[in-house]
């Protein structure tokens, strides 16, 4: 449950495809990729079948209506085995290892070509040097953090804690509060702090709290984990300090909200005056937390978790200090360990990785180290415009607005058409739609990150670097006005989404690929699924919580009462939909958790087949390889959640992840729609099959 002080984002997908002819989860010579890739440009045809979808993935022994999941990728989920290195794969991982070969590469060549020292492309190719001098980390073993770890056993009072407390973002601890930078949802024109409760090591509440024989079990390995982290720190009372750790985590668990209130904006939204705050929650010293942040004024905030705060106050106030630093020691050595030593890396895994999701063994270093330097808060921008450069084909973006007018044109009608909504509030979201801004591929602007120092033999120093740069962009912020050109994510990220507060729409350049985007394609195919992604992102803004800001980002109720309840009334149903489906025994889908995510793909999907119906112009699709175009829309929908991941992962995800697993995100979403009945044949006797009166229908 760490948080960073980042941007809120809402509504990201989660996997990734990869290059013709490359084995999902195979690794890829840089020269091997850049042939692949000369090759595909140079046939100009699609990357997967003759027209877009993978036929030899089909399991034709399953009806279409029984399990569509299977139908559209049973061969290929019997056949394929998950790496050793993942918890999970598919269609998204696969894109995703093409972005990390890619920028693998151009580090690489950075790197050959001996930079000038103080450059862009030295501090690029010497944070990654940094990071895959695994001689010098193991030589260094814990010294790294030695003065920090130093600086915890030195706290004697009440005092000091707090200030550990304070400095933990900075230091790359944790506490038992955090707080982030965001735009206020009441004036998205200007950042606001947030202040929340925090500081779980494992995936929700629910692992410490409930009496499940599996969450048991993680948490006597959790005990061990921990034991083993300290030992290797030195500590000879290492058995003792773990305790102390599972005892003040359990007791945060316990005031936690559960999962679905913290995805409610209204539950979650209690700004007030820094006066007010502090005489609310007046048993902690605030003024000395935020000075220790490094934060000097702080009018006003946010605060996510109200009825917990107090409780964890007093928490703070009653357990012994000694029990507070075995947390912070631990915390400081579990968020830095992959900066120390492969032993404690590789420790700090076998719990994070094995334990938890079920991973075998950790992906490549280099894998680690493309992922480390590539990321948003790091240098990944800088990497991202290279990136741009030279894999994105500016005639993909000319492609992608016109999809994304053709998808803003299909829920505009939608909007116009639906018996649910009285005139007031279809005006009120008719302006919202016409207000959405669709970013595409890459920034406009390209963030400065000259301020950061990278040096070659220094990682820890290296991360630091990073982190305080970002640290003091965020808390700058404080008050100020909001900057809109700002991206979320990194162009070569494979994802998408929407962001409320700017009522944006975002979609980075390698997300714009096979099977998502190909211009080579069959226009089905195209809608199907990067349409489907479009509608998805474009669906946020108008569900269970994204439908509480308006056409300007303000968090305010723009439905009239009679309008939000029938809306709810749909929802109730999604949600007793998806409460239904056990991905594994005895562990559900939370449909409250994921309806956001489960409203954006049923609406999206549903807004993906309206445009391409406008796209045909009243014609109808010819027929390849047997199948109609509608039949081929589905399938690539299909297509993009192809995935297999293992159970450790899954119930991690159920408990943490607010969208389902991809199996639910093609049956629970086909299953709500009257064309796909039709176009494969559906009737009431199919597993699938819901009356028609039991069709979600929303957008």
Request: one cysteine or more; proline letters at 4%.
């Amino acid at each position: 449950m760490k948080h960073s002080v980042m941007l809120l984002l809402a509504g990201s997908l989660l996997y990734a495809c990869g290059p013709a002819g490359q084995q999902e989860g195979q690794s890829v010579e840089p020269a091997e990729l850049e042939e692949q890739e000369t090759a595909t440009v140079a046939a100009a045809m699609p990357e997967l079948g003759s027209w877009g979808v993978d036929l030899s993935a089909r399991d034709l022994s399953v009806e279409p209506g029984d399990d569509f999941f299977r139908y559209a990728n049973g061969h290929w989920l019997d056949n394929f085995e998950i790496p050793a290195d993942r918890s999970n794969h598919g269609a998204f991982n696969a894109l995703r290892d093409r972005s990390d070969e890619r920028v693998r590469l151009i580090i690489e060549e950075l790197i050959s070509s001996e930079p000038v020292a103080g450059s862009m492309e030295q501090k690029i190719g010497d944070y990654y040097r940094s990071f895959m001098d695994t001689e010098t980390l193991n030589e260094l073993g814990t010294s790294p953090v030695a003065a920090l770890l130093s600086r915890i056993d030195s706290i004697q009072t009440r005092a000091d804690l707090v200030d550990a407390f304070g400095r933990s973002e900075l230091e790359g601890s944790s506490s038992p509060f955090g707080f982030g930078v965001s735009p206020d949802r009441i004036n998205p024109d200007r950042y606001q702090l947030g202040i929340f409760v925090g500081g779980l090591s494992l995936p929700d509440r629910d692992y410490y709290l409930e009496a499940d024989e599996r969450f048991a079990s993680i948490r006597n390995q959790f005990r061990d984990h921990v034991i083993a982290m300290l030992t290797l720190a030195g500590r000879e009372d290492s058995a003792a300090m773990a305790d102390a750790v599972i005892e003040i985590e359990t007791g945060i668990a316990t005031h936690v909200w559960p999962r679905a209130q913290r995805r409610n904006r209204d539950l979650t939204h209690n700004p007030m005056s820094y006066e007010q705050f502090i005489e609310t929650y007046a048993d902690f010293d605030w003024q000395a937390y935020f000075m220790a942040a490094g934060i000097d004024r702080v009018e006003e905030l946010n605060v996510a978790y109200p009825s917990a705060m107090q409780p964890v106050i007093a928490m703070v106030n009653s357990i012994p200090l000694e029990k507070w630093k075995s947390f912070l020691t631990y915390k400081l050595l579990t968020n830095n360990a992959s900066l120390l030593s492969e032993v404690i890396d590789d420790t700090n895994f076998q719990f994070y990785g094995t334990v938890l999701n079920g991973i075998p063994q950790q992906r490549d270093r280099w894998e680690r180290g493309v992922a480390r330097v590539g990321a948003l808060n790091s240098l990944g921008e800088a990497l991202g415009k290279l990136y741009v450069e030279r894999y994105f084909p500016e005639s993909a973006k000319q492609q992608m607005e016109e999809l994304v007018e053709n998808l803003r044109m299909a829920l505009a009608e939608s909007i116009v058409e639906n018996d649910w909504m009285d005139a007031a509030t279809k005006a009120e979201a008719s302006r919202k739609l016409n207000s959405f801004r669709p970013k595409i591929a890459y920034p406009d602007v390209w963030e400065d990150l000259s301020a950061i120092a990278i040096k070659r033999e220094d990682l820890f120093g290296n991360a630091r670097q990073v982190r305080e740069y970002f640290y003091q962009k965020s808390i700058n912020r404080i008050g100020a006005m909001t900057d809109r050109e700002e991206w979320g994510m990194t162009p070569q990220t494979v994802n998408a989404y929407y962001n409320s507060s700017f009522n944006e729409i975002v979609f980075p350049a390698a997300i714009l690929q096979a099977p998502f985007f190909d211009p080579a394609a069959d226009m089905a195919v195209n809608y199907g699924a990067i349409g489907g992604v479009i509608g998805h992102e474009m669906g946020h803004g108008f569900d269970d919580q994204g439908s509480k800001s308006d056409y300007q980002g303000v968090q305010r109720n723009w439905w009239t009462d009679s309008v939000r309840a029938a809306f709810e009334e749909k929802t109730e149903q999604l949600v007793a939909q998806y409460n239904a489906y056990e991905p594994v025994t005895g562990h559900f889908i939370d449909g409250s958790f994921t309806l956001g995510e489960n409203i954006g793909d049923v609406g999206g999907l549903s807004m993906a087949y309206r445009a391409y119906r406008i796209a045909l112009d009243g014609k109808e699709a010819p027929l390849i390889d047997g199948l109609t175009g509608d039949q081929r829309f589905f399938l690539a929908w299909a297509q993009v959640w192809q995935s297999k991941i293992r159970e450790d992962a899954l119930v991690s995800r159920l408990k943490s992840d607010p969208h389902s697993p991809a199996e639910y995100r093609v049956n629970g979403v086909v299953r709500n729609h009257d064309a796909w009945y039709e176009a494969f044949a559906v009737k009431e006797d199919h597993a699938l099959y819901l009356a028609p009166e039991l069709r979600v229908r929303i957008w």
